[in-house]
């Protein structure tokens, strides 16, 4: 089993930055595919970003190049930078983990992954 905790939420204004982090705990995750996905309020869960085991990244259009995925096997931990932010980024983001390492392609729907956080809140004033 692994646990992941996420961190890093908070209320910040328009146009600024966050780090999100996400620790792991009960097994090492350097094997693992990770990825972040968010939830506003009345709306679906969706997929924001994900890093293979391998380091290959790949994001959704409305976080690119805004958005930057990263790992860090040595700390188990997994981090999301957030800048140039929007009122729209508004909402939790949770961390997910997928644990076979055979999944092919880049992991954008939620029910491929095995583990998940409890979520942070992120608010974006205007």
């Known amino acids: 089993q692994v646990q992941l905790v996420e961190s890093g939420g908070g209320l910040v204004q328009a146009g600024g930055s966050l780090r999100l982090s996400c620790a792991a705990s009960?097994?090492?995750?350097?094997?693992?595919?990770m990825g972040w996905f968010r939830q506003a309020p009345d709306k679906e869960r969706e997929f924001v970003a994900t890093?293979?085991?391998?380091?290959?990244?790949y994001y959704a259009d409305s976080v690119k190049g805004r958005f930057t995925i990263s790992r860090d096997n040595a700390k188990n931990t997994v981090y999301l930078q957030m800048n140039s932010l929007k009122p729209e980024d508004t909402a939790v983001y949770y961390c997910?983990?997928?644990?076979?390492?055979?999944?092919?392609?880049?992991?954008?729907?939620?029910?491929?992954?095995?583990?998940w956080g409890q979520g942070t809140q992120v608010t974006v004033s205007s």
């Open positions: 890093i293979r085991w391998s380091g290959g990244t």
């Open positions: 997910a983990a997928d644990q076979d390492r055979s999944t092919v392609g880049y992991l954008i729907s939620s029910y491929e992954y095995d583990y």
């Open positions: 009960g097994r090492t995750i350097s094997t693992y595919h």
